[in-house]
């Protein structure tokens, strides 16, 4: 049976001045009873604070930390960008004493190698497993929608309402003829297939993954302006 990180995000609360706890959350699933929290996802800011980091963000950089509660007492991982350049990006997980635990690179379409968003994921010691943004099917049926799309996303900034049809979401990754990950868009889900899968490293790809939603369809949970 495969299990499940889920990243469950709200609106973190300030109270008296003090730091708001993390509200973002990630939770693991496998099968043999309700879902619990693993992680706490926070952004890490550089020395520029927010407005650094929503620069830096135009460029396909991202960087947050994986706290083991609400209270930052413990980093579970961390994600730092080793490069973004060209539309490509590199990201590191480290473990909390700075090991590497994996690598991910995300080539945005059409500015990699195909028309697709392609995700690379290396587990430190194990294999590469490559998945594609979407299948082929459903982005030549959404693209002729894009049109009528736009139309409602304008009607939505002056009603606010208005719902629009996500582009493909979903994500196979394969390695050696295994599927080893999958992330599927009904329940913003990563899917783990091989149990030699760290979890640290899916539920920093789950979240990195939803940093990269698209604003048509919501707000990505490390965009935010406060």
Not at 21 to 33: K, R, T
Not at 35 to 56: H, K, S, T
Not at 181 to 192: I, Q, T, V
Request: glycine share 12%; aromatic share 10%; with cysteine.
């Amino acid at each position: 049976m495969s299990s499940a990180v889920t990243l469950k995000v709200y609106r973190g609360r300030v109270s008296g001045g003090a730091p708001a706890p993390v509200g973002d959350l990630v939770e693991f699933s496998d099968g043999s009873g309700p879902p619990r929290v693993v992680a706490y996802a926070e952004r890490e800011l550089p020395p520029g604070g927010i407005p650094a980091y929503l620069a830096a963000r135009g460029s396909g950089a991202r960087s947050f930390v994986l706290w083991a509660d609400e209270h930052r007492r413990e980093r579970v991982a961390t994600l730092v960008t080793a490069s973004a350049v060209g539309g490509v990006a590199t990201f590191q997980v480290l473990g909390a004493h700075g090991e590497l635990i994996g690598t991910f690179v995300r080539e945005k379409a059409l500015r990699g190698r195909g028309l697709r968003t392609r995700w690379t994921v290396k587990q430190a010691g194990g294999p590469e497993a490559v998945g594609y943004k979407g299948r082929i099917f459903w982005w030549c049926v959404w693209w002729p929608l894009w049109p009528v799309q736009a139309l409602i996303v304008l009607v939505a900034l002056f009603s606010n309402g208005g719902d629009i049809a996500r582009g493909p979401r979903r994500v196979i990754w394969r390695a050696g003829g295994r599927t080893p990950l999958e992330f599927r868009s009904s329940g913003d889900r990563l899917l783990l297939h091989a149990p030699e899968t760290d979890w640290r490293l899916a539920a920093a790809l789950v979240v990195l993954l939803r940093a990269f939603d698209s604003w048509a369809a919501g707000v990505p949970w490390d965009s935010r302006k406060k």
